[in-house]
């Protein structure tokens, strides 16, 4: 079965770090893109964070301007698993995240669609 499975999210306070997980089961992610997306309550889905893996040895990470210097993307293909460190973590990062992946060579992430999803994780950052 093809999916991806989001963990690792929860309820931390301002300041406090967490880091979510991408599994990918079904495909082996070293021939993907992965992009982490996040969708807060009344708001749009926005791409924080993608990264493209060149022959699973040159890796091409890519941030938004409002998580840039505090998340951190990574991939351990023994894992066949993508990870986002998310530091210094604010009220306003709380949302839904979402892994999602695309087969592609491309090392620009950023513009590509993504096609395969995972369900989601809820991050909550609050006092």
């Known amino acids: 079965q093809v999916q991806l499975v989001e963990s690792g999210g929860g309820l931390v306070q301002p300041g406090e770090s967490l880091r979510l997980s991408c599994a990918a089961s079904?495909?082996?992610?070293?021939?993907?893109?992965v992009g982490w997306f996040r969708q807060a309550p009344g708001k749009e889905r926005e791409k924080i964070s993608c990264?493209?893996?060149?022959?699973?040895?040159?890796?091409?990470?890519r941030y938004a301007d409002s998580v840039k210097g505090r998340f951190t993307i990574s991939q351990d293909n023994a894992k066949n698993t993508v990870y986002l460190q998310m530091a210094s973590l604010k009220p306003e990062d709380t949302a839904v995240y979402y892994c999602a992946a695309v087969r592609s060579s491309n090392t620009n992430c950023d513009v590509l669609t993504y096609d395969r999803w995972g369900q989601g994780t809820q991050v909550t950052v609050s006092s």
């Open positions: 990264i493209s893996a060149i022959r699973g040895l040159t890796y091409y990470a």
């Open positions: 079904g495909f082996t992610l070293n021939s993907y893109a």
